[in-house]
């Protein structure tokens, strides 16, 4: 099982940054995703899951309607669209499979997303 995301960056409130995460390793078109973040000296948190064929979405409160999750099962890889981006929005990036269930014990190196004047 491998995740590798990419994306992450420098930019500034009020911007726009695209993630993504390309899964390997599982029966990805059949298996729920999740987008997850870890900001400095906090724990991981949920970010945003979808569901394995993109028709249930679901977000923190703190990213309701600034972030979308998105995926394509032909390039087993998932998006996350991140609009209007604050400071608090700093964080490690990481995604992983599951939707209703626990992640995997499998993480990748994740995406740094730095949101800085």
């Known amino acids: 099982v491998q995740f590798v995301e990419s994306g992450g960056g420098l930019v500034q409130p009020g911007g726009s940054l695209r993630l993504s995460c390309a899964a390997s390793?599982?029966?990805?078109?059949?298996?729920?995703m999740s987008w997850y973040r870890q900001a400095p000296g906090k724990g991981r948190e949920l970010v945003a899951r979808?569901?394995?064929?993109?028709?249930?979405?679901d977000y923190a409160g703190s990213v309701n309607g600034r972030f979308t999750i998105s995926r394509d099962n032909a390039k087993n890889t998932i998006y996350l669209q991140m609009n209007s981006l604050k400071a608090e929005d700093t964080a490690v990036y990481y995604c992983?499979?599951?939707?209703?269930?626990?992640?995997?014990?499998?993480w990748g190196q994740g995406t740094q997303v730095t949101v800085s004047s």
């Open positions: 992983n499979s599951g939707y209703n269930v626990a992640p995997t014990p499998y």
């Open positions: 390793g599982f029966p990805f078109s059949s298996s729920g």
């Open positions: 979808i569901s394995s064929t993109g028709g249930s979405t």
